[in-house]
Every structure is written in C-alpha cells, then in structure tokens.
C-alpha cells in the first residue's frame, strides 16, 4: 500500500498520502475518521458543500434554506490540520500510476496517492431517456432542489395567472416518479403544500384543488420498508390527497404532459407540468473507469464490486465506498456510505500500524427512516417496524442529532425542529436567474436541436 | 378621483379599485394600510417576494438565507382579503385611459384603476458605465446578493487553487464602490469574513490577508449620517482592515482590474477580481413614463417630482411613493418609503370617506441606522448620533422587530439574533447554475461584441 521507500516504518518518512474523492457521507466520514491518523488527507469534491441528501425535498418544497442542509465543506473540517480541500472535479483515476486527474478552475492537476478513497456517489438516472431530464428536475444535489423549488412554487403562480381553467389544472397538476423516501416524501410534502401552507395565499385558484401523484414501478412504495409501513404510509399519503400508483411506469413526457404504462397494459397521458424524478440513480462514471482498468464490469446501476473489505479487487490501495459500492446487504443510504467511509479509514490506519491482513466490512443496520407527512414517519430498525407519530419523533431526533453534528449553532435546533413541525414556507424565493438560466438552456436546446454543431459556450 | 358612474356613493357601487406597483416597502405598507378600506387592491410586482433591502448585504456575504430576508409577498398578505397580488412586470401607464399595462407570464395585460400608487424603486446606476455591469454586481436584488455570495466565496476558492502569486493577490482584493450604508456595511461584512469567519479553511492562502478597498466619490463615507459618525464608521472600518478611499473614483474596470481617479487627479489601476457596486442609484423607468404624460421632467436620479401630498401634479388620483417620489426632506430609504407608502393609501380612504381636500405628507425622521461591523454601528436621531456598541444594540432591536412583523416564527428571533452576533456563515453554497448562467451570459456577451445581431435567445 505503501511505495518504495516511504511509510510508517521508513526513516523520516514521507507520510502517507490518503486521497478522497467526494465531500458525501462516505468521504466526509472516511476524511473524519482520519483526523488523528499520520496521514496527509486531500479530499476533492466539485461542490463546496457536504450535501445532507435525505432533507434535499426539505429545500425543494421551502421549508429549509440550502445553507442548512449544505454546510460548507471547509468550514466542517476546519479543524482538522492533516486535511486540504481541493474544489475540483475528477476526470480520472489511473490505478497504475496511482494518480488522479482532475479539472480545477480549468487547469488539469494530477494527484498522486498512496491510499485512494472513492466515494464518488450516484446521480439522477432516466433509465436511458436522458431528454426526461428537461422537464423532470432529478433530486440528487442543491442545485436540483433549488430548481424545483421554482417550478413548484411557480406552477402556482402560472396557475393563479392563466385564463384556460384546462391548463390552469396542468398547472395545478404535480407528478413525482418513483415511490422510495425521496419521492414518497416530495409528494407528501407537495400535498402539505397545496392543502395548507398556501391557504389564503391566491384569489383565482385554490392550491387545495392541486393533484399529487405519485408512479412507483414496483408493487409497492417504500419496498425495503417491509410490507406494514408500506401500507401505512400509503393509506397517509392517500389521506394527504396524494394519488398512489404502484405498477406504474412513465414511458415519455414533454412540458406539458406525462405518458404512463399500468401493469394492467394500458397506457394513458395526462396533463401535468411539473414533475419530480425521484426514481432511478446511477453511479458516477468513474466506476465505469475503474471497473474498466480492473477488466471487471459495473453493476446494472453502475455500482463496482469490491472485496469484503470494500476495496477494489487486485488493488488493497483502493477503496470504493458509498453508493458506488457494490456489496451484498448495504443499501445504498447515508448509512451505509458513513459506515463504509469509516471502515476504509480504519483499515488504512491499521496498516498504518503494521497490523496484517484485513478485516471485512460488517454493515450495522440501524433501520431505514422515512417522512410521510408532518407528523407521520415510517421506520424499520431489524425487525420492528414503527409508524405514525412515534416513526416522526424518532426521524426528528435522528435528523436534529445529525444536523446538529456539522453545526455549532445555538439556535439551529430551535429553528430546524421550528421548521420541521410549522407549516410556514419560509424559503419560496424564485429568483430571475433562476428563470433566466432557464429560457437560456431551453432556447440552446431548441438551437440545437436545429444545429447539432452548436456549442453550449457558443 | 372614482371614476363616472361609480364610487362609494353610486347606487349599487362598484368597489374602488386602487393599484399599488411594487411590493418595496412603499407598495407593501400602502397594501397594508388599505386593509379594512372599502376598496379592491391589486397589488403587482415582477417578483414573488417583498424584499427587506437593509438586510441584503448579509445574504451576499452568507449570514442569512434569500427567505429569511426576503418573504413571499402573497404570504405576508395572505389574510388580506381586499387584495388581489398579480406577478407581472409593469410595461407602462397610461394617465389617460387610467390603466397599468403588464406582462404576465408572457401574456400583455391591462389592469384600470381609480386609484393608483406607483412605488417602483430604483434600480443599480453605472453612471452611464452599463459595461461596469459585467463585472460588478449591484446590491438591489435578490439575484444580486446570490450572485455576489457566489464570487465573495468563490474568489477565496480560486485564491486557494492559484499557483502564481500575483493572480492570487488579485484574487484576494475585494474593491467595493459606493461609502453609503450599503457599500459600507459590505466592506465590513467581506472584512469580518476574511479575518474571522474563513478562519482554518484554507491551507494555501491566508484568508485574513485579504484586501477590502472602499472607494467613496464623496468627502467623506455615510455623509448623511453626520461628521462624528463618518469619522467613527471609518475608524472602525480600517480597525478592521478596510482600506477607506474618499474623494475616489471609479473610471474603468474589467474582470481583472479596476481603474480609479482620486482627488488630487491622479489615476491607479488596482488588480480585484472582485467588485461590488454600492454606488449609484436610479429611478425605474416608469419615472420617465409618468413625466412625460404630465409634461415635467425627472430628476438627476431619474425621480419624479410630486406635490406635498405625494400625488403626480394635475393627477390627484396618482401617488409616487418611496424611491421614486422626489420630495424635500424625504429621504431614499426604507422609512421614507413606508412612511409615503401609507400617507398614499390614508389619502385614498380620506376621499373615499368623503372628506375634502388633500393632507400634505410630513416625514417623520426616526434617524438612520448603519451597521460597520459585528456589536459596532451608527446611528442619527435628530441631532443626536449614536456609535459603538449602544447603536449596534438599537439597529439590532430596530431590526429583529421589524423583521418578526413579517414572520409568524418563534424560532426566527432566536435564528437571527444568534447569525447577527456569531461569526458563523451558514449560507455559503455555490451553485452549479450561478456558475452556468454567469459562463453562458458571459459566452453570450463576447458572442454578441462579434456579431450585433446576435439574439439572446438564439
């Protein structure tokens, strides 16, 4: 693991040169774990922020600020003196030369290592409809949220403003995809939106009149939840006004509308111009890259296959954790991605040490949290599956715990657990640039649908 | 004032319909104001959001969030049922047919009155340098602050990854223009930043050797405010590393420099990557609109001159409030705006009520408030002026009331007391889309200096 004549053992040894790539619960707590171990950390992201990624619909529908969910990632390892930051994003990984290239500010660098932590994470995928992605914001970084978050938020406003009751209900009509946390708790949240948060706010509409519905393609929501929970937070769903359903897959979409296959065969469109793509994930394409260099291939979701250890076969230096991990029994949660991060860290230490051999991950499953409503949270932790209120007040306590964890504020508690219970929308700024960028993507997409040459920067 | 055939005291009348444009602080407490009048309001700003200016400058240097200054104006008016609020960017006013003619979603439409209170702001001026523009945001808008907080923190990034010295100086010199409370509060706040709050985040720049450069064309910074609080603002301002320059100014900039003439004529040309321009001011263009109609001439700040009674000469049914009114003794800030905002709407309940004649507006001077730095500020009340700690103390209590009006939070309070006193920046994020959006405007406008033609939407 070490090179030539460096490490622990070597006379005034170079130390050991750990690189991490992404600031996710995997690397930041792989980049923790290292704090006090005699190693020089460089942990590169291509954001400067950490993304708390299970309150990201928090953002998207305005309950939480971004800042809150997305602290700064310099700010949370300030302390930590064995650690550099680099804004920058991976091009590649070569496993020969033990080097990683990457693009920071527009120049190339090259960083070299002795240990590589990869925690490069997934994103949204459209299960090869990419041109999905115009008019389907995915919910995978801030900047997802905060789009969604104008079009929720502007729907309305095209509603309140539009004389064609037909497409006054378009406007009123939200179609979120996929039926795991992330879209159960998007569309519970849409629906808290319209039937509460917005009383009183329009004179021509009512946002209580809004549609929900959610397309699971599976034969429940909330699958991995056990089959009780997922009964239970449909019938809260169902009792927000959410239309739930299962069996259903979305086969095309344009600005204005959604296609959809049953399970029963027939297809049907229906009008709706927002929706939420919270159904596929696919790992980066730097697992395509090490898979590649390894003569291995990559999982159905992009995911490569690692030792019991979490290391890439062939390559004890080189950790993959996280989503892009592929191992029996650790789902692809912040959980996960935490205790892998952790585990690879411990290993580097422990040969660090001088300690032989190493030893297996072993997954703890400390259970599966998700919100349904205000109020009504869905919780399996082994075999005891916990619903209703004491499911929400669990969520609470684990979230703010959490939370808190990264903040050293004093009134973040009482403000988060605030937002958490209030009905207030606090964050519903849409800004122009926002709108702006918006026209300007979507007139180069119609330019170039028409030029295929052009060019985005031209 | 009403119109033929209708009015209050018409059989079976039809309501008084009174259109208030912006959503400032003049438009807003007019709003209010009218709430238990016999009147139909229609209030309409291009933006989704009231926008508590004062406060702007802690969202571009990532204290609070957009929501936590900037409340949907729709919920801050929700219970108002005599209100109607339409999004819409006001095109022009016809004095004769008495109607506002405005875009709304793309839609042109046209909204009458009986009585109307043009409350349109202003806007960032250049001093007929628009190209400044490119390359120094202006503090009027939300967009603004994000876009600023974007570079502020994006430039201590890009100091971090330069390797040439010089760049990364440049890099590292933060020029604001404009010594007004805006301009120094930003000075400040990048201060405080730099020596305080990015303190341990970086590990190949020192954050707190950065250079903030105040450039203020007058004799001396907060004019307005008296000569013993100019002094003291400027005492505490270089104790806390800005570099105070009166009687200077700015002649020419690009992305990389800045080009200045001070007093005794000579010209420098400092290397800043990053500008703030808190300078100038101008009136929105619907002053122009409204002069020409009645014949008169705007002001130098492009304002509109009215009668003591805030109403557009020859036009008792129009009222100027706020920024746009040109009245002696009136000052261009927030106070003034409210203060007018309500006389405008007092007037109209007066005549509807039937009482003659008109009352002219008197201005109620509760003094001026500025912050310089974290438990430092100054104030003007009358003849006295306050500094230190003490008008730290009233702008806080000035401000936290003032913004819990607007919130129905408990946690708020807490939320803002604790950012205001702390050193922490909680609003740090980057985004993707600030970052696209500047490239292609950017792309767009190089693009456009080759072919004339170019079409933004091209």
Not at 67 to 88: C, F
Not at 240 to 264: K, N, P
Request: net charge negative.
């Amino acid at each position: 693991m070490a090179p030539d004549g460096e490490g622990p053992d070597g006379k005034r040894p170079a130390r050991h040169r750990v690189v991490i790539i992404g600031s996710g619960f995997g690397g930041l707590f792989a980049a923790k774990a290292l704090r006090r171990a005699p190693v020089d950390v460089t942990l590169i992201d291509r954001t400067n922020h950490h993304l708390f990624q299970p309150l990201l619909y928090q953002v998207a529908t305005g309950i939480l600020s971004e800042g809150e969910i997305a602290p700064a990632t310099r700010d949370v390892l300030r302390r930590q003196r064995n650690l550099e930051i680099l804004l920058a994003e991976v091009d590649d990984i070569d496993l020969t030369a033990r080097t990683v290239a990457a693009n920071q500010m527009d120049r190339t660098i090259t960083v070299p290592y002795d240990s590589l932590i990869v925690s490069a994470g997934v994103h949204t995928s459209y299960f090869g409809h990419d041109e999905f992605s115009h008019y389907a914001a995915g919910m995978k970084s801030i900047d997802d949220a905060l789009e969604l978050r104008g079009r929720i938020f502007g729907a309305f406003e095209s509603a309140e403003a539009e004389p064609d009751e037909a497409v006054q209900r378009a406007w009123l009509t939200f179609v979120v995809v996929g039926g795991g946390p992330t879209g159960v708790e998007m569309a519970g949240q849409i629906a808290e939106l319209s039937h509460h948060s917005l009383r009183r706010n329009f004179r021509h509409i009512d946002p209580s009149q809004a549609r929900v519905i959610l397309y699971e393609g599976g034969e429940e929501i909330l699958a991995p939840f056990g089959r009780h929970n997922s009964k239970s937070a449909r019938k809260v769903l169902e009792q927000l006004g959410v239309e739930v359903h299962c069996g259903a897959f979305v086969t095309d979409m344009d600005d204005e509308t959604v296609e959809v296959r049953f399970a029963d065969g027939h297809t049907e469109r229906i009008e709706a111009r927002t929706k939420v793509w919270a159904a596929g994930m696919t790992a980066s394409f730097l697992g395509h890259r090490l898979a590649e260099q390894i003569g291995a291939q990559v999982d159905r979701q992009g995911r490569v296959g690692v030792l019991p250890d979490c290391s890439l076969p062939g390559h004890p230096e080189v950790f993959v954790v996280g989503d892009l991990m592929a191992l029996d029994g650790v789902p692809g949660m912040a959980e996960g991605a935490m205790q892998s991060g952790r585990h690879a860290a411990h290993e580097i230490e422990r040969h660090l040490r001088g300690e032989e051999g190493r030893r297996p991950f072993h997954y703890v499953d400390l259970g599966q949290l998700a919100v349904v409503s205000r109020f009504r949270a869905v919780a399996k932790i082994g075999w005891f599956q916990i619903g209703g209120v004491l499911g929400w007040l669990l969520w609470l306590v684990v979230h703010i715990t959490f939370l808190t964890g990264f903040k050293n504020r004093l009134g973040a508690l009482a403000h988060w657990a605030i937002s958490f219970m209030g009905r207030n929308r606090a964050e519903r700024v849409i800004t122009e640039q926002q709108v702006i960028a918006r026209q300007m993507i979507k007139a180069h997409r119609e330019g170039s649908a028409d030029d295929e040459e052009a060019d985005l920067a031209g």
